[in-house]
């Protein structure tokens, strides 16, 4: 089955850097990524999402980025603020197939101000 | 998107009890998930629900632990049956929304800890 692996684990920038998150996954087949950020004490919210078809995908200050033969794709947010402090999760699943949304196991995002 | 109500949003509960977590969503949808979230862990699925039919598990879980009702098109609850410190865990109960089965939607979740 498909495993999803996201590094870092915890990353710390300053109020205005750029911050990335990367995803590796293991099934070929996987044609959909998407992104989800969780506050403290809040459910994943849906920011962001990429399908197989498609290199890159950007909203304002976020972008995804889709390598389909390396089988990675990434998360970048720039200009970051203080309250882009969350955790995020990467997902991959074959889109129709009936297979379930497989997560990452989440990156801890902290902006200083 | 839907606006996805969870209650409770969290219960502190005594070993060998059960919980029950509703999930109501503002629209029909066809497909709801729920999901267990372990302290600082990553998304597991439970188990699909679907309207009129028994709950799909994932493997791992099972019905006489985790029992779901899928009544309607906006409602579901999962059952925490028997319960030990190790269900002690955040509950998600998320929504499909459009084609296919990739863009979920997720309440804010249940705070279950197990004494």
């Known amino acids: 089955g498909e495993n999803v692996e996201q590094h870092p684990s915890t990353l710390s920038v300053q109020e205005g850097d750029s911050a990335v998150i990367k995803c590796t996954y293991s099934d070929s087949a996987s044609n959909y990524f998407p992104w989800y950020k969780q506050e403290l004490g809040k459910g994943p919210q849906l920011i962001i999402d990429i399908r197989s078809n498609v290199g890159e995908k950007k909203d304002q200050r976020i972008a995804v980025t889709l390598n389909k033969t390396a089988k990675h794709f990434s998360l970048h947010i720039t200009e970051t603020q203080p309250e882009d402090s969350a955790v995020y999760f990467c997902a991959a699943t074959t889109s129709g197939a009936g297979t379930a949304l497989i997560f990452g196991k989440g990156t801890t995002l902290s902006v200083s101000s | 998107s839907a606006v996805i109500s969870q209650k409770p949003s969290r219960d502190i509960c005594q070993r060998g009890t059960s919980l029950t977590i509703q999930c109501q969503v503002d629209s029909q949808v066809t497909m709801m998930f729920w999901y267990r979230q372990q302290p600082g862990q990553s998304l597991t699925l439970i188990a699909t629900?679907?309207?009129?039919?028994?709950?799909?598990?994932e493997s791992g879980f099972v019905i006489d632990k985790f029992p779901i009702s899928r009544p309607n098109l906006t409602f579901s609850t999962l059952t925490v049956s028997n319960m030990s410190p190790e269900d002690s865990s955040i509950y998600l109960c998320s929504v499909e929304i459009g084609t296919g089965r990739e863009k979920l939607f997720f309440g804010s979740g249940t705070q279950l800890s197990v004494l």
């Open positions: 629900a679907n309207q009129g039919s028994e709950a799909t598990y």
